[in-house]
C-alpha cells in the first residue's frame, strides 16, 4: 500500500470508531502511531540499498565477497519488530558473511536496536527490571522483557567499562600528564569525594563472591556555594558538574580508577583540590597516593557522630547529655581537636561509656589533621560530602538494593556504573559509541 493511502487509512479508521472517551482516543492515536512508525522505518531501511546491488564487493581482508541473493532480518526497535531485506555477500577468502547495509546503518539483525537500547538501560539504570519493563511498555506501547532491560543496562555498562578503559589509557600518558601539570591553574576548586556501600550479590561460580560486597563510590565535583555557618544550618551545599564513578574493586584498582576520572576532569590543573570522605583508611591512602597535594577533610557529620556515640554512653540524662554533645561539637567545629580528645577522655575517667569514648579518643587522634574545621570554614571549603553520601545512596542503595533481590557481581557491577554514567551526564556520550558497533568476528 502507498504510503499516503496507508495514512488515510489509519485517520479514517480512528476518526470513524466509537470512541467514547479522550483517554482511549489518546491511547489508540499511540497505537496508530507506532503501527505508522513501524511502517515508515521498514521502508527507510529498504530504501537505503538499491534494487540492483553489485555483484561483488570488497572485503576488509583484503579478498572479494560475492553477492548471495537478499536475506531476511528483523530489527528490534522502540517501534516493535520491524523485518526488512537486505543483500548478504560471502567472503571467497575469508568465508565471512556481511551485510553492507547493516554496517552501514550500525544494523543489528536480531538484537535491540541503539535507541531501543539506550531508553530500556536508562530505565534499568534508574529502577528494577521489572518495574522498568512494566513502566517501559505503558510509555511506549513497545513490550520488553525485564531480561531484555537487564542486557540493555548491562550492556551500557560493559560500554562505560570501555569508556573507563580509554580514560586509564589517557591517564597513563605521560606527554598529557606533563601538559596538564604545566598548564596555567585554572581557579577551579576541584572537591573529590570517596565512600563505600554494600550490595548484596550472590556467589556465581566462586565462593567468595557470595554475600556483601562493598561498592567503592566517588564522586568529583565543584560548588560556589559558602560554607554552611553552624552545624545546623542550611547543608545544601549545590554540587555542580558531578560525575560519579563505581566499582566493586579493590582500593588499588579503584585508585586507577580514581586517578583515571580525576584526569578527565583536570584534577592536575585545579587550582584548589579538596578532598572529602569519611575516616576509612583507604580513603586518605588513595588520596596520598594519587594526589598527595590534596587538602584531606573528614566529612563533618561522620566526625560529628562519634560525638553523638560518645554522649549516649556515656549519659542517661538527657540534659547532660545535650550539654556534653553541644559542648564537643562546638569544640569540633572550632577545629579545636586537642580538646575534643580531652572531653572524651574525661569520659573515659566516668562511670558509663569509657569504651565509646576511648575509640572516639583514638579516632580523633588518628584524623586530627583531616579536621581542622575552622581553618577550612575560614577558606570557604565545604566541610560535609553531602553529595557523595547522597551518590552513595543513588548508587548503592536506591538501586542496587532491592528488597529480597540478590544480584549476580557482574551484572551489579555493570548496572551501577550504568546508573553511574546516566547520572553523570554520560548517557549520550555512551549511547552515540553504540550506534556503530565495530562487526563482531
Ligand atoms: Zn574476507
Redesign the pocket.
Known sequence: MEFGQYVLKVTRELLGGQVKSLSEMERRIREALVRLGQFVLGAWVMLQEGPYPPQRIA???????EYLGKREAVLLTLLGRVTYKRAYYV??????G?CPLDERLGLRPGELSAELESLLGMTGALMTFAKGSELFEQLTLTRVSPQSMDKATQALGAEMVQVEREWLQAGEDGLALEAQERAPKDGRRLYGALDATKVHTHAHQEAEDEGWRDLKVGAWFETHAPPPEAPQADWDIQAEKVTYFCDFAEAKQFGKLLWATGFQRRALQASELIFLGDAAEWIWNLVQEHFPHAVQIVDWFHAAEHLTGVAKAAFQDPTAQQAWLEHSRSLLWEGQVEQVIQACQEVMAGPRGQEEARQAATYFANNASRMDYATYRRKGYQIGSGTIESACKQLGVQRMKVPGATWNLEGARLTAKARAALLSNQWEMLTARREYLPRVA
Open positions: 572485503c576488509p581482508c583484503g579478498g572479494e565477497a567472503c571467497a577468502q575469508c568465508h565471512q556481511v
